[in-house]
């Protein structure tokens, strides 16, 4: 089974950025990938996806602020991440997305003045 494991988050300021990655521990190229991010007391959210040609979709929310993106050759994906603001303070973790598997411990976003 493969693992991903998420890196990049930190503490920014609203307006700043952030570049995501995920190391898968196999190979995930034939898959459609999400990242998911889950804020304090709410439901976890496909924040984006990317299909293995790189078709890409957006929540509404982040639309025109992020762009995910994939490298197949090196079971690596990353979510370049724009214009930030304090609602996407969040953990944030990729998977599969259609049928996620188990999940790594992704990586924290903080957004804050």
């Known amino acids: 089974q493969v693992s991903f494991v998420e890196s990049g988050g930190g503490l920014v300021q609203p307006g700043g950025s952030l570049r995501l990655s995920c190391a898968a521990s196999?190979?995930?190229?034939?898959?459609?990938m999400a990242w998911y991010r889950q804020a304090p007391g709410k439901q976890r959210e496909v924040v984006a996806t990317?299909?293995?040609?790189?078709?890409?979709s957006y929540v509404d929310s982040v639309k025109g602020r992020f762009a995910i993106s994939r490298d197949n050759a090196k079971n690596t994906m990353y979510l370049q991440m724009n214009s930030l603001k304090p609602e996407d303070t969040a953990v944030y973790y990729c998977?599969?997305?259609?049928?996620?598997?188990?999940w790594g411990q992704g990586t924290q976003v903080t957004v804050s003045s």
């Open positions: 990317v299909t293995r040609s790189g078709g890409t």
């Open positions: 196999g190979s995930f190229n034939i898959y459609i």
């Open positions: 998977n599969y997305a259609t049928r996620p598997s188990s």
